[in-house]
């Protein structure tokens, strides 16, 4: 199917206007459903024997009826088509018997309205629902509608708000789009629209492109303007000079870049519902391009299908995702188990970036050998021998991109199975210093130079204690990395991420978190590379 389109009450808007379209969520921001859908999911859900908690937000707010009857039928054994169709009905009566515009909402509409921005209604419910609400509020307000019907996938996806902007004919990083929930908000930011948070149930944190408000009742469009323009413009004088950054004008041309290095751990397949959870921390964490290790065949590939990203995969074990369109594929087919793959991405109409994902061997491992072993320093670094030749392949075939690495940035990501000899002075640790005479850098440990003060252990979330049983204790280390060199990048914050409070080994199906690794996340201004007359 395809949005809904009404002729537009407003003037035609001015092609050079900043602030092209606002687009709107429905449920819990325009209209105060979001609390009826609740009521009526936890109508639903309690007839089938189940009490709603906090913990199924994730699964309600903000997301298609589709989703919370599959949600339920899974948790109860109820027929999905019964269930689906119950919460169909029962959400329609609460619409009918009135509908309750949030504060500040007609008045934010019209005033838009009067400014010649035109608006757009985006949805997760479906269009029956959402036609009602539209007439209640009055169909002129909004030149388009798109709803759950309308696109192959709705909300964490970016299909409907990009749906909405070709509809509309607008560029997503010139529009605003209004959400109350994480799940709008992230299928927003997906597209490329900056985002007003105005929660209804859920808190919702403050982020880069992404402005937090109690209320639309202060919202005016020049606010919302102005987050445009701010967007658009350098935000601090400490970056590289105006000269060296991408061009505000073009809003494919990104200022930031978010890089995120993982290991999967068996492709999450450990952890119920891993895929899920992977969607949501990916989501979450607003990153743009993910190096992948333990893939597990399909990881790369799933992953970048649901989010609307493009992939690569190489072999069994490694890949790469990314926002942004891949425009080459770098090393073999099939590097094996270990070893690493590569990828050139267009950031924008002149910037380019190469990324590397790489996974190496994991005996021996120093750690293991430091803590329990107790062997010395010369022998730690004798048995670094083998990752040292994987590292140095990988290099070697990095060469040609590391040589042009101040046109094109270049980025090495991964988890090396090896401690840093920025972090720990007991051996040589040769691996990562082979990496740092090639020329590339320690995002982290620069983010973080004092390594007891910013530890930044990424092994392991899980393992506590040794796996033995002997109840000897896991050592903790950093391991994984998001190295990167080149004259366009600059290391403005860098990260580990776990989420939730995950349990131990082996007790860990049902953690938030879907890995046996920490990841890591930096993130970085991207300045105009030097380019080649």
Known sequence: MTPHTTPAPYPPRHPQQPLQAVLFDMDGTLVDTERLWWDA????????????????????????????AEMLSRATGAPFAEVAADLHREFAVRVRSGIVARPGALRLLDALAADGVPTALVTASPRA????VVEGLGAGRFAVTVTADDTPRTKPAPDPYLAACRALGVEPASCVAVEDT??????????????????SLAPIAAAPGRTVRESLEDVTPAGLRDMITTRQAPESSDLPGSSDLPDPSDPSDPRELRVMSWNLWYGGTKVRRHREKQLKIILAAGVDMVGLQETYVTAARELAD???????????????????????????????????????????A????????????????????????GLAGPELAAH??????????I???????????????????????????????????????????????????????????????????????????????EPQDRIDYVLYAGAGLRVLDSRTLVTGTPRPWPDVEDNDWPSDHAAVITTFSLGRAARPD
Do not use: K
């Open 306 to 348: 649901a989010l609307g990203w493009e992939y690569h995969q190489a072999g069994e074990n490694l890949g790469v995702i990314s926002r942004y369109p891949i425009t080459g594929r770098l090393g073999a087919a099939d590097p094996g188990f270990y070893g690493a793959t590569g990828v050139r991405v267009t950031l924008g």
């Open 41 to 68: 999911v936890e109508h639903v859900a309690a007839g089938l024997g189940r009490s709603l908690t906090e913990a199924d937000e994730e699964d309600v707010l903000g997301r298609p009826v589709e989703h919370t």
């Open 395 to 473: 290099l070697a075939a990095m060469a040609p991109d590391l040589a042009t690495r101040d046109t094109t940035p270049v980025l090495l990501v991964g988890d090396f199975n090896a401690p840093s000899h920025l972090d720990r002075e007991d051996a040589e640790w040769p691996v990562t210093r082979a990496a740092e005479e090639a020329g590339l850098r320690d995002s982290y440990r620069e983010a973080h130079p004092d390594p007891v003060r910013s530890p930044g252990h990424t092994w392991s979330p899980v393992h506590i204690e040794h796996e033995d049983g002997s109840g000897r204790p």
């Open 384 to 393: 670094e021998a083998g990752r040292l030749g994987q590292l140095r392949e």
């Open 350 to 373: 002149d910037q380019d970036i190469v990324l590397w994902s790489a996974h190496l061997d994991y005996t021996p491992y120093g750690p293991y050998e430091a803590s329990f072993d």
């Open 129 to 132: 629902i959402a036609d009602l």
């Open 182 to 199: 994480r799940t709008g908000v992230s299928s927003a930011e997906a597209a490329g629209c900056a985002v007003l948070a105005v929660p």
